[in-house]
Nanobody, 116 residues
Framework: QVQLVESGGGLVQPGGSLRLACAASGSIFYNTMRWYRQAPGKERELVATSTSGGSASYADSVKGRFTISRDKARNTVYLQMNSVKPEDTAVYYC???????????WGQGTQVTVSS
């Protein structure tokens, strides 16, 4: 079971960009990797998914603005956030899921604040 550490959060102006990183302690070659977010007073929502087969999917609210990618050599997953909006403000969490075992891991989260 891998351990995950997110980084890259911070304060960004509306319309700006930010790249989040999720570094895993071990191989994520066969893992499905996901980014979730949770805004104050709201439920955690799925933002983006990257499968081991190379496919990606996104929530409608971020489609066309966010891109999930993975660097298999570095065991790291990224979330490129472009054209950010105030409603993107949330704590962003990385999740790793290994389909063969059902094991799942979460990172500690990184705060993203979109404000002028």
């Amino acid at each position: 079971q891998v351990q995950l550490v997110e980084s890259g959060g911070g304060l960004v102006q509306p319309g700006g960009s930010l790249r989040l990183a999720c570094a895993a302690s071990g191989s994520i070659f066969y893992n499905t990797m996901r980014w979730y977010r949770q805004a104050p007073g709201k439920e955690r929502e799925l933002v983006a998914t990257s499968t081991s087969g190379g496919s990606a999917s996104y929530a409608d609210s971020v489609k066309g603005r966010f891109t999930i990618s993975r660097d298999k050599a570095r065991n790291t997953v990224y979330l490129q956030m472009n054209s950010v909006k105030p409603e993107d403000t949330a704590v962003y969490y990385c999740q790793s899921w290994l389909p063969s075992s059902g094991f799942s891991s979460w990172g500690q989260g990184t705060q993203v604040t979109v404000s002028s």
